[in-house]
């Protein structure tokens, strides 16, 4: 088992930088508008003639109400039939798709993400899940990993036996912040009655896996108000929890520009809040898994992790990073051998492609040699806090030493500051550099520099 994170606020200080997070490298920043529907055909074709697994992401943008946090992808709307024209574009582009793959390509993996998946009335859902099963193969022993992200506002006891009935078995809900004045500054009045319904529900119903994010930093919170969000989540027993850092990014983002920069917390708050849950999820059991993640001991992400199985792709942490990752719907992303590429971002641009049969590919980046190899590593250390350059070296016939020369000195200054332990053989991350991993992974980033490091949220 690995060790407990170790706290360093002088560490902390020092190497709390803005920086990606790496769910795919290179990073989205890196996309260009040359890659389209031809690329994403070519790579399924291989990908068929391989027989690769798949994992499928499909989004759904609708929201009836608006979070000022939220740097989603989203279409605020009360107007339920605003939906009919996407799921029509989306049967579409599923249709194509799948004509491309072989029915042999199991879908090991299915998430449903927004948005509010459970915007769609249970119609809805169950059309958009008859589509995906008729032109994929979707597992029906309850095997595979399919989870959906759900508002507990806009969701019930019927809801959950829908989805439960429908084949999903995993559960991710946002909550963000359980404290009125908190949920009040930042447009999401959620009770903890609601959450607690919810929660109870997939248990009773044997959903195999409940996750539950939250956010420090937002707007009012207090260390004090945060230790009894953190303390009413854990009586609830989610297996895995996720604990964000608010990035406050009104330029970027419009909806964050109604919080006002004088309530949200300071720096020291915001470290305080952070240390504080930690200290209760590891008293309550949870393990850190890594990047603002934690999952009770017997979940699999933990196992994987154990076993040396864990791997980071769009979709966070995950066991199935060896398959394709297929992305359906607005601003989705796929990942498919050495290519990915994102659907257009526009709503009424991506469902008038598809209106005109065809697909909605924008934008996109094969990987390079170099690529490879440095996402290799950078999935090393986020997963598993540690690195064997040997394995590196065989599989890339490189020499680890030579080809990273010119970031040595910088993973010597690391090891002089015991973020990692760094041998001519392995790099291993400290305890006091877990919570950090990410500032040692940008070290391996090509394309990261102090520019494109301000579109990033911070590490800590």
């Known amino acids: 088992m690995l060790d407990a994170i170790q706290?360093?606020?002088?560490?902390?200080?020092?190497?709390?930088?803005?920086?990606?997070?790496?769910?795919?490298?290179?990073?989205?920043?890196?996309?260009?508008?040359?890659?389209?529907?031809?690329?994403?055909?070519?790579?399924?074709?291989?990908?068929?003639?391989?027989?690769?697994?798949?994992?499928?992401?499909?989004?759904?943008?609708?929201?009836?109400?608006?979070?000022?946090y939220c740097a989603c992808n989203k279409v605020i709307t009360k107007n339920r039939d605003r939906a009919q024209p996407y799921l029509a574009a989306l049967t579409h582009e599923i249709s194509t798709i799948s004509g491309h793959l072989k029915p042999g390509q199991v879908v090991e993996q299915l998430h449903l993400g927004g948005g509010t998946p459970t915007f769609l009335s249970h119609d809805q859902l169950r059309s958009l899940m008859g589509d995906l099963r008729e032109h994929f193969t979707l597992l029906d022993d309850d095997s595979g990993d399919y989870g959906i992200e759900i508002d507990p506002r806009e969701a019930d006891w019927a809801t959950m036996g829908l989805l439960r009935e429908l084949g999903f078995n995993r559960i991710s809900l946002g909550v963000q912040d359980l404290d009125p004045q908190v949920q009040q500054a930042v447009n999401r009045m959620q009770s903890v009655e609601q959450t607690r319904a919810i929660i109870d529900a997939a248990h009773t119903l044997q959903f195999r896996s409940v996750n539950?994010?939250?956010?420090?930093?937002?707007?009012?919170?207090?260390?004090?108000?945060?230790?009894?969000?953190?303390?009413?989540?854990?009586?609830?027993?989610?297996?895995r929890l996720s604990l964000f850092n608010y990035a406050h990014l009104p330029e970027r983002f419009k909806p964050q520009r109604r919080i006002a920069d004088s309530e949200l917390p300071n720096s020291a708050d915001k470290l305080h809040m952070l240390?504080?849950?930690?200290?209760?999820?590891?008293?309550?059991?949870?393990?850190?898994?890594?990047m603002d993640h934690f999952a009770l001991p017997d979940d699999e992400l933990a196992i994987a992790q154990e076993e040396g199985r864990l791997q980071r792709n769009f979709q966070g942490y995950t066991t199935h990073g060896h398959c394709d990752l297929i992305g359906l719907g607005v601003s989705a992303i796929s990942q498919i051998g050495g290519l990915y590429c994102q659907n257009s971002s526009d709503l009424n641009l991506y469902q008038h492609t598809l209106e005109n049969q065809q697909l909605a590919t924008q934008r996109g980046v094969y990987c390079s040699p170099d690529d490879f190899i440095r996402r290799a590593v950078i999935q090393q250390l986020i997963c598993h806090f540690e690195l064997d350059f040997a394995e590196i070296e065989r599989t890339y016939s490189i020499e680890f030493r030579c080809y990273f020369g010119a970031i040595w000195p910088q993973l010597e200054q690391m090891a002089a500051d015991g973020l990692i332990k760094l041998t001519a053989y392995n790099i291993e991350v400290l305890p006091s550099g877990r919570l950090l991993v990410r500032a040692l992974c940008m070290l391996f980033d090509e394309y990261l520099c102090e520019q494109n490091r301000q579109r990033f949220s911070r590490v800590i």
Do not use: K
Not at 277 to 290: F, H, N, P, V, W
């Open 7 to 68: 706290w360093s606020p002088e560490l902390i200080r020092r190497y709390d930088h803005s920086g990606p997070r790496y769910t795919s490298y290179p990073t989205a920043m890196q996309f260009q508008g040359e890659i389209g529907p031809v690329d994403l055909v070519r790579a399924l074709h291989q990908s068929s003639t391989a027989q690769r697994a798949l994992s499928l992401y499909v989004h759904v943008p609708f929201c009836a109400n608006i979070c000022y």
């Open 275 to 290: 240390r504080s849950s930690i200290e209760q999820l590891g008293a309550a059991g949870y393990r850190y898994i890594g």
């Open 212 to 239: 539950i994010d939250l956010i420090y930093g937002l707007p009012l919170q207090t260390p004090e108000r945060f230790a009894n969000t953190v303390a009413e989540i854990i009586a609830m027993q989610p297996d």
